[in-house]
């Protein structure tokens, strides 16, 4: 079992910036798949970025070049550094993990190929 703890999320003006953390219960970055998706209330989860054990990462073509997915100093913590945010930025943000050894992830993966999930942190981007 890997328990994800995410954090960092809250309120800006369009164009501010946001960092959001996740922390695993154990060390999982050389096996895991890590991600991060968001979810806006009536709508599916979607993948936002994603890298993979070989630090292989993927983004959404609506965040490339704002949002930067790395993973810490640490086997057990992912980050993603939000730049110019925008108000269709506003979800909620989960940090997801998956073991896949070496295998490559992809942003456009399904949720339901992450077996692990944090509780989500808010984030919220006004005009």
């Known amino acids: 079992q890997v328990q994800l703890v995410e954090s960092g999320g809250g309120s800006v003006q369009a164009g501010g910036s946001l960092r959001l953390s996740c922390v695993a219960s154990?060390?999982?970055?050389?096996?895991?798949?890590m991600a991060w998706f968001r979810q806006v209330p009536g709508k599916e989860r979607e993948g936002v970025a994603t890298?993979?054990?070989?630090?292989?990462?993927s983004y959404t073509g609506s965040v490339s070049g704002r949002f930067t997915i790395s993973k810490g100093n640490t086997e057990n913590f992912l980050s993603l550094q939000m730049n110019s945010l925008k108000p269709e930025d506003t979800a909620m943000y989960y940090c997801?993990?998956?073991?896949?050894?070496?295998?490559?992830?992809?942003?456009?993966?399904?949720?339901?190929?992450?077996?692990?999930w944090g509780q989500g942190t808010q984030v919220t981007v006004s005009s």
């Open positions: 997801a993990a998956a073991l896949r050894g070496t295998v490559a992830c992809r942003w456009s993966e399904s949720p339901d190929q992450y077996n692990y």
């Open positions: 154990r060390n999982i970055a050389r096996t895991y798949c």
């Open positions: 890298i993979d054990s070989l630090g292989s990462i």
